[in-house]
Nanobody, 116 residues
């Protein structure tokens, strides 16, 4: 099993920045891809960004150019730097770890609220 703990959420004004962190523990050798997802009220959970163990990244169109995902393999931690935040970015953000066999482990989520 892999355990994930997110931190760094909060309330910020539009145009501001936040940095989310996600620390992994347990069977971290299983982890291939680290991901950030988000779920806004009344909406489906969506993939925001992902990063492979080799550092390749992918972003949702809605956050390209504003969000940056990074990963410290030595610390088993993934980060999401969020700049130029918009009210539409308001959601619960979830960290996920995808194993080499395709199994996905989830964190508990952290709330991000962007006020206009």
């Amino acid at each position: 099993q892999v355990q994930l703990v997110e931190s760094g959420g909060g309330l910020v004004q539009a145009g501001g920045s936040l940095r989310l962190s996600c620390a992994a523990s347990g069977s971290t050798f299983r982890i291939n891809i680290m991901e950030w997802h988000r779920q806004a009220p009344g909406k489906q959970r969506e993939l925001v960004a992902s990063i492979t163990s080799g550092g390749s990244t992918n972003y949702a169109d809605s956050v390209k150019g504003r969000f940056t995902i990074s990963r410290d393999n030595a610390k088993n931690t993934v980060y999401l730097q969020m700049n130029s935040l918009k009210p539409d970015d308001t959601a619960v953000y979830y960290c996920a770890a995808k194993s080499f066999l395709g199994q996905r482990f989830w964190g508990q989520g952290t709330q991000v609220t962007v006020s206009s």
